[in-house]
């Protein structure tokens, strides 16, 4: 069964650097979100984004933040100066249309930022 | 505003026990109603969703009535096997949108 995928697992870095977080959805589908999980907080949209261009987004997107499908597999969302706050669970996700909030979404198993 | 609140976990059963997680939420116009469970090591996979108030969505054993009248969409399985161990997502989506509205998600652990 096709399954969203992201790299890496786990990734540590030091205050101020930037990071990439990596998702490859489902070859057919044609919508593509980030969401974030703060230990012990609730899921949180962040972006959503369809035909090379950002759909929606959340408040928490701020100019920090930025996504990019730099070719036709991977779907990258990028933290250009990491704060200790960004210390989260980051999933991605996946849908084969915009179904007007009916669609389903598939989810990756996500990747655990930890920002130090 | 667009809210889900579900119970706090952790929860734990004995396997055969009768499962209920309470979900309610706050949303503006009619949003579609989702459960998303995730197991160890794995992502958040859709278990079940209603559309419309009235709808029961049901898989795997697990149900779920949109009651809209209660706001809620409460989980519930029969009789729980140690394999349903994982965290357990309430989210709604608005009518028109895609983004979803999670809960912080409810862990279950069913002991044999």
């Known amino acids: 069964e096709p399954e969203v995928t992201q790299t890496p697992s786990h990734q540590v870095t030091q205050m101020g650097q930037e990071v990439i977080l990596r998702c490859v959805p489902i070859s057919n589908h044609l919508y593509f979100y980030w969401y974030r999980q703060i230990l012990g907080q609730k899921v949180e949209f962040l972006v959503s984004?369809?035909?090379?261009?950002?759909?929606?987004k959340s408040e928490i997107f701020d100019d920090q933040f930025s996504v990019e499908r730099p070719d036709g597999s991977n779907f990258t969302l990028k933290i250009r100066s990491t704060k200790l706050e960004d210390s989260a669970m980051y999933f991605c996700a996946s849908s084969e249309t915009r179904g007007g909030g009916q669609e389903t979404q598939y989810f990756g198993p996500g990747t655990r930022l930890l920002v130090l | 505003g667009n809210s889900v609140t579900q119970m706090e976990g952790p929860v734990t059963l004995s396997e055969e026990a009768f499962l209920t997680i309470n979900c309610t939420y706050t949303a503006t116009g009619y949003p579609s109603l989702f459960w998303y469970v995730q197991y160890p090591g794995e992502g958040l996979q859709l278990l079940l969703k209603a559309t419309k108030a009235d709808d029961k969505g049901s898989n795997k054993g697990f149900e779920a009535t949109y009651r809209k009248e209660t706001t809620s969409f409460h989980l519930e399985k029969g009789s729980v096997q140690v394999s349903d161990s994982a965290v357990y997502f309430c989210?709604?989506?608005?009518?028109?949108?895609?983004?979803?509205?999670f809960g912080t998600g409810t862990r279950l652990t069913v002991i044999p």
């Open positions: 989210a709604l989506s608005r009518t028109g949108a895609n983004n979803l509205f």
């Open positions: 984004f369809y035909n090379n261009e950002i759909s929606e």
